[in-house]
């Protein structure tokens, strides 16, 4: 459970890093990589996206529940694309023409996918298609895993499970599943492994779960305690934490599945977590209350940072090395990372 100490510490690293964003990787860092974010089509996610546009990516794919909603949000990263290809020729004074070619790819091709992680025949349809996606050619290079959702009430998906546990824990370790035999695969098309990042919150770490291995034990199992209503984890943030630690328990297994014969991470597999952002997801909790109405626009914008800043947390997902593989057991014993050869 996390204590008073740890929340204060959250919020001061918050606050610091609103004002002292991590400095973006260097330009082309995603040159020519096929990215794909899934839940691209607002907040973190989208910025995420729109990152990787500009760092010189190939093609980003974005996905959404929402036909329209990720339609608008494919057209607004293809405008940054055609800025970014305008710029270039530009600067280069017409491109190939002037004899000078930038040093990355400039031009950006944007795929809206439809995902809802609420059912698992979508997610199996999705994992079919992106499979197609430079099938034999390496696939994907970067996956971010970044949907979830944070409701106020209790609510049962259409598969019968709470909504969080569904979206936050279930969908996502499903569509892992389904795609790493396929990235596995593919590393012998690649030079170097693919990367899988997960996006985490610092409430996964405020669960007391000293009781979890108890309802294990008993046959009731830790997903369906927390399924039944009568369990429903009262607080501000209902099942939001308990689906957070436990994609990261499954992110833990999905680790050793991708380690090949030769002991090395065949697909990079890591978490990321971005900290206090003011985006959409907090909309449910933040109506719910009249209290927390008051007190949003006064705490979100001291304390929450912009998308912007948090999504350059989340990119760092795609710039980890083999040995970054098992950052987060590693982060203790002070090895550096991705997110500090930034600072
Ligand atoms: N904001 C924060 O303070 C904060 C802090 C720590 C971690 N995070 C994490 O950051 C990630 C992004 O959150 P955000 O703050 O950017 O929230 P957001 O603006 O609400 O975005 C959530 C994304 O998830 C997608 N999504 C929601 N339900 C889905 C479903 N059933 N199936 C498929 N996709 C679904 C949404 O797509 P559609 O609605 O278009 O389908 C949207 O693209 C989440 O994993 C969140 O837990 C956020």
Not at 25 to 36: E, K, N, W, Y
Not at 101 to 122: H, K, Q, W
Not at 321 to 333: F, I, K, P
Request: glycine content about 10%.
């Amino acid at each position: 459970m996390a204590s008073i100490t740890q929340i204060i510490s959250w919020i001061v690293r918050d606050i610091y890093h609103g004002w002292n964003p991590l400095p973006l990787p260097p330009a082309g860092s995603f040159g020519g990589q096929t990215v794909c974010v899934v839940g691209g089509s607002t907040g973190l996610g989208l910025a995420a996206a729109e990152h990787c546009v500009n760092l010189g990516a190939a093609e980003v794919i974005i996905t959404s529940r929402d036909m329209h909603r990720v339609g608008v949000a494919k057209e607004y990263l293809e405008e940054k694309a055609q800025a970014n290809a305008n710029a270039a020729a530009a600067a280069t004074g017409g491109g190939e023409a002037a004899g000078s070619s930038p040093p990355f790819r400039t031009e950006c091709r944007v795929r809206a996918m439809i995902l809802d992680m609420n059912r698992y025949g979508s997610v199996v349809a999705f994992a079919n298609a992106l499979k197609e996606i430079r099938r034999g050619q390496g696939g994907i290079d970067f996956l971010l895993f970044n949907a979830a959702v944070i409701q106020a009430r209790y609510r049962p998906s259409p598969e019968g499970w709470q909504e969080e546990l569904q979206v936050n824990a279930l969908g996502n370790v499903l569509l892992a599943l389904l795609l790493l035999p396929w990235l596995r695969a593919e590393r012998r098309h690649r030079a170097a492994p693919a990367h899988l990042a997960f996006t985490t919150s610092s409430a996964s770490l405020s669960n007391d779960a000293s009781k979890w291995e108890g309802w294990s034990a008993s046959g009731e199992g830790v997903l369906n305690h927390w399924n039944k209503e009568e369990y429903w984890p009262p607080g501000l943030s209902g099942g939001y934490p308990v689906s957070k630690a436990l994609l990261m328990y499954a992110e833990r297994e999905l680790e050793k599945l991708v380690v090949g014969p030769d002991g090395k991470p065949w697909v990079i597999i890591n978490s990321m977590e971005p900290g206090m952002v003011k985006t959409e997801i907090q909309r449910h909790v933040v109506e719910s209350s009249s209290f927390l109405q008051f007190l949003a626009p006064i705490i979100i914008p001291a304390v929450f940072k912009t998308s912007e800043n948090g999504a350059r947390i989340l990119i760092m997902g795609g710039l980890t090395t083999e040995e970054e593989h098992y950052a987060h057991s590693r982060q203790s014993d002070g090895e550096e990372t991705a997110a500090d050869r930034m600072e």
